[in-house]
Structure formats: structure tokens, C-alpha cells
């Protein structure tokens, strides 16, 4: 056990989860709880995937994924915004949607080879010690772009004018409505981003951090993890990649604890009977429901942590909220 | 003359248009999905026939389908009653593994003397299950209350949890000379079926059907009368409708959070029983092909009522059959998908109704 590599192999698969958790801040912060990110990321890791290997480009799989994710997000945005259906079903019917399209779109794809996305080294940053190996070396570029994406997009959505507008749509649509900021259109737009954020992760997935098709496998309720980052996170895109970095190196961490024959002196368990590794893979799971009481917890507190227009829909003319 | 759509908010449903609507949407489920697999060069009518065969052919598949429907049934009454407190159970797929797992914990530690008489085991086998589903359901239950802790995300991830936690069961300590499953449970832990009496009734030879069908009957009876005559019912509604309504009338609402979905995985827990007692035999892993999430839409499709989840289940019960033997293997799980989300928009004619107005002028 080595902590750069814990804090390498983290960062990747953290970055995973920073994604689908920004997309689904962005969805959310306009008002559109989207609960179909796992059906969406099995999309979008199944066309990324198939999609590199019918083309022989892996930035266009990575590309296409990304429209699958957005537009099957649409399905999602018709139903609730216009269709007025409660957000909640609407989500579940996503994930279901999703994960049928990709099995079936996706048959025959295990065991292909297409070509991955590359990594490589960014000099100069790359020399630091401990860290620079950790943070700057042999990432894939999507890594590097999660370091700028998380404070591009706090500073859009908290400090720029249509960041302001997004928030007032998923706060106060009504009055928003009165200062001409186009609700509908706006709340399709973010379930949008959300959805094509939640494509690229999943392709991130199948093309770079572990590659393969694997069906459901592939994503393994990752975007589960992510809906459950955003609570914790509050709704902040920090602390959804800081959260999302942790959990990936909690991961990294589990899996290596079953290698050495003693930890800290005494028997490894893991080590002795491999059937102790269920436990392991209980772990996330269960981290997930404790992040999930403190983040709850956190915003109980601060009385309405979350956008106040979440989960209700729009309807032009009647008495809003 | 030109013609003009106008969208108009209804005042009151007409009887017949939440049922229409429901079967409309699965007709043009069904449709699309045949369109779909056409896209991707298969033959629909063919599967249909074949669907139609698979399913309803004879007395034997039949069996086989309502044995597939008789968890959905259950389960599916078990996610409606907790729905219908707007508390969205989607953990049922774990509740019904632990339910299987407290269930052979009486047959596999045993907890019974092995001398007991089948009805004390399968008596037993019943509560165990009950009492371990209704712990699973009990834990986001609690967590929702005390802490407004979202029972979508606990749920779903204490499914994970829980089948890891039957695998470890599974492959270590119970497992059957290094195989991935129990050894087979004795005869007395296995609950009646129909085959049991071919001797008596011949035509019953080779017809598995359970005795499990018939705790989704009583439980549909149950879960009705709750909610046609009893003040508990009366109060988990009243919360589903409308959460400031209920609390200006006083109702404890964290303690029926919490019972509601103890209760909810109780019943899903008891589905995991019958499916070992009565089909499986043993503990082992996948014993579910996701009945927990099927049932989720089965109950959403039969607008939560009772007894309309039974036929609903049958009909979900022959896409599962069907599903095991149509290529590729996720259609059916796109069938679903694509069913629950026409239902839930077909639900926008509930609430609108389109007025077609002719207007005799002169186009200036």
C-alpha cells in the first residue's frame, strides 16, 4: 500500500463521480431532480464504448456519449417540465430506460477492444513531490479537466449572470418568470448539461478508468453514489469533487487492502479467507448512507440547503412558490 | 372555418380514463418496443407469438409465469403501500433478500428443533423473513424520520449491502461444498405446491404453482382493507396527499414513516421466503432477476391499488418468462422502462384535456 498510488488510482475514479455529481448540481439547481444518472452513465459508458470501436476514435465515443446522456436526459425534462410528472417516477422510469437501451445496444460488446482514452504527463507540475505523481501524472485528460471544470463551474453557477439565472429558476421560478428569464427553456438546458455530464462519465468509465463493457457491472451504482454526493455536497461543485476524490480513494484503498499477508502487525483477515472481500464491497455503499445522514444533517440545519423549487413543477399562471 | 387546440385544465376525471390510459400506455409500450427491436433486425411478431407461447401456452407455463408473478404481487403491494405515503421504497430487491436470508437462517442454524412439524418451519421460516425484510425497511424507515435522511438513496443502497451480505453467507459459511448455494433444504422447509397432489389430482402433475401465490392474495386483501376501513390507512393516505393537511390533524407522522416502510419490507421480506420455500430450495445468489424493481413499475402501473396489482403482475410475470429466452436479454428491461414512462406521461390527460375549437371566420 502506497498512499500516492491510493491518491493516483482516487483521483481517477473520483473524477468519475465529479462529473455525474456537477451534471446532477446543475440539473438540480434549476429544479429538476434527476434520479435516472445511472441510466444515463450505463448509456452513456455502453455508446462511449461502442462508439470508439465502430469509429476507431475514443474522443468521438466520449462525444456521442455525452449527446446519448443529454438526450435521453430530455425524455426526463418533457415528462416533469411539461408533462407536470412527479420527478421522482419519472427518474426511476429513466434508469430503467437507460440501462434497457444500453443492454440492448450493447450486446455483443464485452470483450472488445477499442482504443482508450490516453494518459499522459503534464510537465513541470508532474515533478512535485508525493503529490505531482499523484495529481499530474499518467491521467487521462478528462482528470486534468475535472481540476478546471469544479471551479469553472462554482464561479459560473454562483458568480456570473446566467449562473444567477439558474439559480433563480430553481429558487423562485415564478418571479424569475416575471424578469423574463425563460423557465422551461432554461430547466430543459441544465437537464441537458446534467445528462451529458452524466454520459461523459460514463464513458470515462468504460474508456479510461476501467475500461470494458461489463453491462450493468460497468457503472455498478455509481450514479447512485453521485445523486447521494450531491446532498452531501450541498449543492456545491467543491465539495461534490472533494467528496467524489475521498470516495474514490476509499475504494482504491479497500481494494488494496486484501494484498498484504499482515496489516499493522496482525493477520490479515482479507488476506487469510478472500470471501471476506463482501464486506469490502459493502463499503461504498455503506459510506454512501453515512455521507448521505451528515450532508442530511447539514441541511436540516441550515434550514433549505437545497434549491426551494426542487422537485415542483412550473406551471405557468398558477400561484407560484 | 380554421381550427384551434386549446389545452384546458379538467375539473373532474371521467371513470374510465385512468384504466384507458393504462392500458393505452402499455399498448404503445409495446408497439415501440416491437419498433425498436425491429430497428435493431429483429422479427416483433414472431416474439409476440412466441411471448404469447412462452407465457400463457399451456397449463405447465402458465405455472411457470404465475409462479414468476406470485414475488411481484407481493412485492408490488408491498412498494404500493409505502408509495402511497409518497415514501419511495425502491429497496425492495433488498428487503426481499433478507427476507430469503432470515428464512434460511431457520432451516440453516436451524432455529426450529429438527424434529418440529412442517408448519412450525414454514411458520417460523415466515416470521424470520418478515422480521429480517421489516429490519431492512426499518433502517431508511427511521433514518427518513429522524433525520429527513432520503430513503430513495438508502434504500437503493442497502440493496447493494444486503446481497453482498447473502454472498458472503453464501460462498463461506453455508456454502454446499465449495458450491455458490446452501445445500438443498429438507422437504418440511418447502412450501406446498400443486405437483405435491399429482398422485390425487393428476392434471396438477408437473404444475409448480405455490402456496406463495396465496400470501399475495391475502396480502392484497389486507393492504385493501387498510385502506378502505382502517384510520391507519386513513392516515398514510391523508400524509401521501397532502403532508400539511396531516400535520395540522395531529397525525404522528414519524412514527408512520417508520412503520410504513418496517411494514413494506416485512411484506418483501416474506416474498424472498416464499421464493426459496416454495421455487429455489436453498439459499443462493441471483435469485431475484429483479423483481424488486419490476414490482415498482407493476405497482405504479396498477395506480397502487391491491387487486389490480395481481393481473398487472401476471402480465410483467410472462415479460420476465419471455425475457430469459429473447435475445438481447435487456429488451425486457427496456420494455419496462419504456411502459412506466408512457404511464407516467399519459397522466398529463388526467390533469388536461385538449378542446378542439372551430371557429367560423374569415381568415383576414
Request: net charge positive; hydrophobic share 55%.
Amino acid at each position: 500500500m502506497n498512499f500516492t498510488i491510493i491518491l493516483h488510482s482516487g483521483i481517477a475514479t473520483g473524477t468519475v463521480l465529479l462529473f455525474a455529481a456537477i451534471g446532477e448540481i446543475f440539473a438540480e439547481r434549476s429544479g429538476i431532480l434527476n434520479l435516472g444518472v445511472e441510466g444515463m452513465m450505463l448509456l452513456g459508458a455502453m455508446a462511449g464504448f461502442g462508439i470508439s470501436l465502430a469509429t476507431g476514435s475514443a474522443w468521438v465515443g466520449v462525444l456521442v456519449a455525452m449527446l446519448a446522456g443529454g438526450v435521453l436526459s430530455l425524455a426526463h425534462g418533457l415528462v416533469t417540465i411539461h408533462f407536470q410528472a412527479d420527478q421522482v417516477v419519472s427518474g426511476l422510469s429513466l434508469t430503467f430506460l437507460g440501462t434497457g437501451l444500453a443492454l440492448v445496444l450493447g450486446e455483443g460488446l464485452t470483450g472488445q477492444t477499442p482504443p482508450l482514452l490516453v494518459d499522459f504527463n503534464i510537465p513541470l507540475l508532474g515533478a512535485i513531490p508525493v503529490l505531482g505523481p499523484a495529481l499530474f501524472m499518467n491521467h487521462g485528460l478528462l482528470v486534468y479537466a475535472g481540476y478546471l471544470f469544479t471551479p469553472l463551474a462554482w464561479f459560473y453557477i454562483n458568480k456570473t449572470r446566467p449562473g444567477m439565472h439558474l439559480r433563480a429558476v430553481g429558487e423562485k421560478p415564478a418571479a424569475a418568470d416575471t424578469l423574463g428569464v425563460n423557465v422551461y427553456g432554461l430547466r430543459y438546458l441544465y437537464t441537458f448539461v446534467g445528462g451529458a455530464l452524466a454520459g461523459l462519465a460514463g464513458a470515462m468509465i468504460s474508456l479510461s478508468v476501467s475500461p470494458g463493457w461489463y453491462s450493468t457491472q460497468t457503472t455498478s451504482g455509481q450514479g447512485w453514489i453521485a445523486i447521494a454526493l450531491v446532498i452531501f455536497a450541498q449543492w456545491n461543485p467543491f465539495r461534490a469533487a472533494l467528496g467524489g476524490y475521498l470516495f474514490g480513494m476509499l475504494r482504491r484503498l479497500i481494494l488494496d487492502l486484501q494484498g498484504p499477508s499482515t496489516l499493522l502487525g496482525f493477520a490479515n483477515p482479507l488476506y487469510i479467507n478472500s470471501n471476506y472481500s463482501f464486506f469490502l464491497i459493502m463499503t461504498p455503499y455503506i459510506l454512501t448512507i453515512i455521507a448521505l445522514i451528515i450532508g442530511s444533517r447539514a441541511v436540516a440545519r441550515k434550514k433549505g440547503g437545497s434549491p426551494s423549487a426542487l422537485g415542483i413543477p412550473y406551471i405557468r399562471g398558477e400561484r407560484g412558490r | 372555418m380554421s381550427i384551434r387546440f386549446k389545452v384546458e385544465k379538467r375539473v373532474d376525471v371521467p371513470k374510465w380514463l385512468p384504466l384507458a390510459t393504462s392500458v393505452g400506455s402499455v399498448i404503445l409500450a409495446f408497439l415501440l418496443g416491437g419498433l425498436l427491436f425491429k430497428i435493431i433486425g429483429g422479427e416483433p411478431l414472431k416474439a409476440l407469438k412466441f411471448f404469447y407461447r412462452a407465457v400463457f401456452g399451456n397449463w405447465a407455463v402458465f405455472s411457470d409465469t404465475m409462479v414468476k408473478a406470485t414475488p411481484l404481487i407481493i412485492i408490488g403491494i408491498a412498494v404500493a403501500i409505502a408509495f402511497k405515503m409518497r415514501l419511495w421504497n425502491i429497496g425492495a430487491e433488498g428487503q426481499f433478500y433478507a427476507g430469503a436470508f432470515g428464512a434460511s437462517l431457520v432451516v440453516l442454524v436451524p432455529l426450529v428443533p429438527e424434529s418440529s412439524p412442517k408448519f412450525v418451519v414454514i411458520g417460523m421460516m415466515m416470521i424470520m423473513g418478515m422480521l429480517c425484510g421489516a429490519i431492512a425497511g426499518f433502517i431508511p424507515g427511521y433514518l427518513k424520520a429522524k433525520y429527513k435522511v432520503n430513503e430513495i438513496i438508502t434504500t437503493l443502497m442497502l440493496n447493494y449491502i444486503i446481497i453482498n451480505w447473502n454472498n458472503f453467507w453464501i460462498f463461506d459459511q453455508w456454502s454446499d461444498r465449495g458450491f455458490q448455494m446452501t445445500a438443498t433444504f429438507d422437504r418440511k422447509a418447502w412450501l406446498p405446491r400443486l405437483a405435491d397432489y399429482a398422485r390425487e389430482i393428476p392434471a396438477f402433475s408437473g404444475v409448480t404453482l405455490h402456496l406463495g401465490v396465496l400470501f399475495g392474495i391475502v396480502a392484497a386483501v389486507i393492504v385493501w382493507w387498510i385502506f378502505k376501513h382502517s384510520r391507519w390507512g386513513y392516515e398514510i393516505k391523508l400524509y401521501g396527499d397532502n403532508p400539511e393537511a396531516a400535520r395540522y390533524a395531529g397525525i404522528d407522522i414519524t412514527r408512520n414513516i417508520i412503520l410504513v416502510m418496517a411494514f413494506s419490507g416485512a411484506l418483501a421480506g416474506l416474498a424472498g421466503m416464499a421464493e426459496i420455500s416454495g421455487v429455489v430450495h436453498r439459499l443462493q445468489e441471483s435469485i431475484s432477476p429483479g423483481y424488486g424493481f419490476t414490482a415498482i413499475i407493476v405497482a405504479w402501473l396498477a395506480k397502487l391499488e391491491p387487486f389490480v396489482i395481481i393481473p398487472v403482475s401476471i402480465l410483467f410475470a410472462g415479460l420476465i418468462v419471455a425475457g430469459r429466452e429473447i435475445q438481447p436479454s435487456g429488451l425486457s428491461f427496456l420494455l419496462q422502462g419504456i411502459i412506466l414512462f408512457m404511464l407516467i406521461s399519459s397522466d398529463v390527460l388526467l390533469r388536461y384535456k385538449v378542446r378542439i375549437i372551430r371557429t367560423e371566420q374569415e381568415q383576414v
